[in-house]
């Protein structure tokens, strides 16, 4: 529902990744005052690549914790850049930079550079600035009059803690910073190295091993392939067949092979697996994904993270009983991330401003209750809940503010990526037959009113 009432609300804005920076634009544009807390010393989020990480337990707490990003040096995009972007400043090809349609990450990291210079965002935002506590001034008062109180710390500082009243929060620090492990029997007494993906960095650390890699994800693909060059032998065990692309890389390593499911890990290095094979192996790297986790959040129990289901959230975004006060944004995954990101924060802001409302508190939690039974009538798990794959779903959501649909365009080289990817996993990146929907995109006003010549940083 569209109101004429406008407010400026006093926000607070977790985190200076690509959500939090679009929702930090959004926020300002419909007149409120903004603060971001960004606990690196420059903005990005999962794009601000971190090289050392070494000198941690690999699979011990505190090096997930000071370790953010999970970018390893060789990543590169998975998806072509003209469907990257925000819909109103375009991921162009800019001179004397990495010109690839799929470009490595610190690309992506100079093109939020030139989105928070151009927009003047950088003042807004407080780096080294971890923040330790958000809950509600007076739990007792749940509804308009709703204020949070945020506590943060300057990271390295000796001075206490900070503490500010806002009255509103948005929470943006990503989803892919909290390692999911998965339990395997013996896995805790396992002499040898073990480490996630999430501090996976560069291949030389493998050279002469046997590694085993468990999961067969994008990552896990990647970094197998990297790995086999230097590696003795590498081992990808997972639990389902593997994509035609991946069986073609197989067949040219006589050093990769495929294994299924871990029964067990025992103390002399040996792997077991459970169609009864096994190796010693110098090294386990897990890419099993990861986990939404809040620990500076307290709601009282109304939001809670269960088997990585954050709820209740009504459209992923607003838990019925503290939103718009409390909103969240970039939990969905499976998506076009940026132009998701973008609605997301155009609704929040103008929640925020009066000039919109939610539906009714008993409408938004009938629609979760909907929701979480249809994913359970499809037998999809709790840890799946935020797994969009759905370009209706995300035209349908943008309609709330009247966001623009998702470009035919931008949809179809989004598919024809995922399907090459699956087809010619070494090379899709560099070779590709897209080139008449490449066309109709840098056609499109996306590119030719928004291109590069608009924003000649």
Excluded at 197 to 222: A, C, T, W
Excluded at 292 to 314: E, M, N, S
Excluded at 354 to 370: A, N, Q, V
């Amino acid at each position: 529902m569209v109101s004429e009432r406008c407010l400026s609300k006093n926000v607070c804005v977790i985190g200076a990744g690509p959500s939090g920076l679009v929702a930090a634009r959004e926020l300002r544009k419909e007149g409120h005052l903004v603060v971001v807390l960004e606990q690196n010393h420059d903005i990005g989020g999962q794009w601000l690549y971190e090289p050392k990480v070494e000198g941690e337990d690999p699979l011990g707490s505190k090096s997930f914790l000071e370790v953010h990003s999970s970018m390893y040096a060789s990543l590169r995009l998975a998806s072509p850049r003209e469907i990257m972007g925000f819909t109103d400043f375009p991921f162009s090809v800019k001179k004397d930079r990495d010109m690839r349609r799929f470009p490595g990450h610190r690309e992506l990291l100079l093109y939020l550079n030139d989105f928070v210079d151009w927009f003047g965002l950088r003042d807004l935002i407080r780096f080294n600035t971890r923040v330790e506590y958000v809950g509600m001034v007076d739990y007792g008062v749940v509804g308009k009059d709703l204020k949070w109180v945020v506590r943060s710390r300057e990271k390295k500082s000796s001075e206490k803690s900070v503490e500010e009243v806002f009255d509103a929060v948005v929470v943006a620090t990503g989803h892919y910073s909290h390692p999911r492990l998965p339990f395997i029997k013996g896995m805790d007494t396992w002499k040898r190295r073990q480490l996630h993906s999430h501090i996976y960095r560069v291949p030389d650390p493998f050279r002469n091993e046997v590694v085993v890699m468990v999961g067969k994800s994008l990552s896990g693909q990647d970094l197998s392939m990297e790995i086999v060059e230097v590696a003795k032998d590498v081992y990808i065990s997972t639990r389902s067949n593997v994509s035609e692309g991946l069986s073609k890389v197989i067949s040219k390593h006589d050093n990769l092979h495929l294994r299924p499911e871990i029964e067990s890990l025992e103390e002399d290095g040996k792997v077991l697996f459970v169609d009864g094979s096994w190796v010693i192996a110098d090294s386990i790297i897990y890419c099993t994904g990861y986990s939404y986790t809040l620990p500076f959040l307290d709601t009282k129990g109304i939001v809670t993270v269960d088997d990585d289901r954050v709820g209740p959230l009504y459209e992923h975004t607003f838990p019925p009983s503290l939103a718009p006060s409390l909103s969240f944004i970039g939990i969905p995954r499976k998506i076009i991330g940026f132009p998701f990101f973008e609605s997301q924060a155009i609704w929040i802001a103008q929640l925020l401003s009066g000039k919109r409302t939610l539906p009714s508190w008993d409408e938004m939690m009938k629609s979760i209750k909907e929701f979480y039974h249809s994913l359970d009538q499809a037998g999809i798990p709790k840890y799946n809940t935020h797994d969009i794959a759905n370009f209706e779903y995300c035209d349908k959501y943008g309609d709330n503010v009247g966001f623009p649909h998702l470009e035919e365009w931008r949809k179809q080289l989004c598919i024809s990526a995922i399907i090459s990817q699956e087809i010619n996993l070494e090379s899709y990146r560099d070779t590709y037959d897209d080139h008449q929907l490449l066309q109709e995109a840098l056609q499109s006003p996306h590119f030719t009113q928004y291109g590069p010549q608009a924003f000649p940083l």
